[in-house]
T-cell receptor, first 113, second 118 residues
Framework: GDSVTQMEGPVTLSEEAFLTINCTYTATGYPSLFWYVQYPGEGLQLLLKATKADDKGSNKGFEATYRKETTSFHLEKGSVQVSDSAVYFCALSPGGSQGNLIFGKGTKLSVKP | DAGVIQSPRHEVTEMGQEVTLRCKPISGHNSLFWYRQTMMRGLELLIYFNNNVPIDDSGMPEDRFSAKMPNASFSTLKIQPSEPRDSAVYFC????????????????FGQGTRLTVV
């Protein structure tokens, strides 16, 4: 079945460092891809999304590009801030589905001042 | 809109007791999802509804779990009897599905119910 694999955490960075969180997927058809962020004690919030190959999603300085040839959707940010500390989830919605999401295990990011 | 509202936020119960988790989706949304989050298994989709009809319950772990959506503004997830391994954070999410093969609408999550079964 469809699945998402993302890099194990935790990831610890200094403020203003470059961030990459790898995400690859397995899916039949044409899924939509998402990154969600979860702050402590809260639910998940959509960070960015891409619905077709070569689309780039971006928000709050974060970017991810839908790469069909490598089945990847890596999350990047050029300069992280302490406020970016959270757990990041890569997810896919299978093509033709009604919005159900399949999540990766999550990557905890800690940014130190 | 107040967003997706879940209650209670925390629930502690004894093994064998019945537990009911509640969810109010965002008004106007027609899809509702129940997820379970644990350290070991991450986020798992338990069941989802579209227009109040259960579409896929293949993620419901056992017959002890049941979910209902009697109307567009309310859903429940019930565990009877509860067991310690059911301890987890349960999230409800809703979205507006407008048809078509591409999912480009956002799923909005509630703050979750942290369930502890002792």
């Amino acid at each position: 079945g469809d699945s998402v694999t993302q890099m194990e955490g935790p990831v610890t960075l200094s403020e203003e460092a470059f961030l990459t969180i790898n995400c690859t997927y397995t899916a039949t058809g044409y899924p939509s891809l998402f990154w969600y962020v979860q702050y402590p004690g809260e639910g998940l919030q959509l960070l960015l999304k891409a619905t077709k190959a070569d689309d780039k999603g971006s928000n709050k300085g974060f970017e991810a590009t839908y790469r069909k040839e490598t089945t990847s959707f890596h999350l990047e940010k050029g300069s992280v801030q302490v406020s970016d500390s959270a757990v990041y989830f890569c997810a896919l919605s299978p093509g033709g589905s009604q919005g159900n999401l399949i999540f990766g295990k999550g990557t905890k990011l800690s940014v130190k001042p | 809109d107040a967003g997706v509202i879940q209650s209670p936020r925390h629930e502690v119960t004894e093994m064998g007791q019945e537990v009911t988790l509640r969810c109010k989706p965002i008004s106007g949304h027609n899809s509702l999802f129940w997820y379970r989050q644990t350290m070991m298994r991450g986020l798992e989709l338990l069941i989802y509804f579209n227009n109040n009809v259960p579409i896929d319950d293949s993620g419901m772990p056992e017959d002890r779990f049941s979910a209902k959506m009697p109307n567009a503004s309310f859903s429940t997830l019930k565990i009877q009897p509860s067991e310690p391994r059911d301890s987890a954070v349960y999230f409800c999410a809703s979205s507006l599905w407008t048809g078509g093969a591409v999912m480009n609408t956002e799923a909005f999550f509630g703050q979750g119910t942290r369930l502890t079964v002792v």
